[in-house]
């Protein structure tokens, strides 16, 4: 019952634009650090984003700096990362994770998503 489920993904151009949505579904993410993660074709799982319960502290890859923003609204239940000037690089399986405190891991990790494809090919 306790699940987390990622929409919004899709195909976009290089340059393009996707939010994600990241909802809590049997719990409340009130008390929760939320990360999204994602995994491209044949590569490891990688952190892309973290965001404290609050809201007030947010951390970001490098490689996403300037480009992403992870945002929350906890009267929703809802986390939401805005993807903007979207690359190649950047196509893979988004997923997002709840982990209580501190912020999610690959190996540490209380929930996550079943994950969204995002597509970013002309």
């Known amino acids: 019952q306790l699940q987390l489920v990622e929409s919004g993904g899709g195909l976009v151009q290089p340059g393009g634009s996707l939010r994600l949505s990241c909802a809590a579904s049997g719990f409340t993410l009130n008390y929760y650090t939320i990360g999204w993660f994602r995994r491209a074709p044949g590569k490891e799982l990688e952190g892309v984003s973290c965001?404290?319960?609050?809201?007030?502290?947010?951390n970001y890859a490098d490689s996403v700096k300037g480009r992403f923003t992870i945002s929350r609204d906890n009267a929703k239940n809802t986390v939401y990362l805005q993807m903007n000037s979207l690359k190649p690089e950047d196509t893979a399986v988004y997923y997002c994770?709840?982990?209580?405190?501190?912020?999610?891991?690959?190996?540490?990790?209380?929930?996550w998503g079943q994950g969204t494809q995002v597509t970013v090919s002309s």
């Open positions: 965001i404290s319960s609050s809201g007030d502290s947010i």
């Open positions: 994770a709840a982990r209580s405190i501190r912020c999610p891991t690959v190996v540490a990790t209380n929930y």
